[in-house]
């Protein structure tokens, strides 16, 4: 189940190995882990994905890409998953991962005359960075190992159970 609705979403990986802008990366490219479902490659992208999601930057889907062919993960997958921060739930989780920053430091909420505008961020930037960047590292690695862990328990849960429905069919 998993690896077959996951295929309906995959890009077809011949043609972009074929793609033109993509041939700098020479045999890499051709690593079975960066185009194949299976257990080992789906939990790395998740957790490479997941992690990269949380990086502040807009080079993500970069960073999930080189992330992908460093750990042999699957790249679509990886590439795919940095989209859980897109510019509409980027605001609210980026504000969470500052609220966490905040209380890992032990610091106090910003002062109740604090404006949350562009202005004001930008007045209290120095203030800000250290604990939204400790929430964004914090929730990188959480979701992170969440991601590679569940998805490795979820795939084989789903192996067992197709296994065990495959076993009581073939016993009648």
Request: with cysteine.
């Amino acid at each position: 189940m998993p690896k077959k609705l996951l295929q309906k979403f995959m890009p077809d990986h011949e043609t972009l190995k074929k793609h033109k802008n993509l041939q700098f990366l020479g045999e890499k490219l051709h690593d079975p882990n960066l185009w194949h479902l299976n257990r080992k490659s789906v939990s790395m992208a998740f957790a490479i994905g997941l992690f990269a999601a949380w990086i502040p930057t807009p080079t993500q889907m970069a960073i999930a890409a080189v992330a992908a062919f460093y750990f042999r993960g699957n790249l679509p997958i990886s590439v795919a998953l940095v989209w859980l921060t897109n510019p509409i739930t980027m605001p609210p989780l980026f504000y969470f991962a500052y609220r966490v920053g905040l209380f890992v430091m032990a610091q106090p909420s910003p002062s109740a005359d604090f404006e949350f505008s562009l202005d004001g961020v930008m007045n209290g930037l120095g203030d800000v960075w250290a604990p939204f960047l400790l929430g964004c590292l914090i929730l990188g690695v959480t979701c992170s190992s969440a991601g590679y862990f569940g998805m490795n328990a979820f795939w084989r849960y789903h192996v067992a159970h197709r296994w065990s429905k495959r076993k009581l069919r073939a016993s009648h």
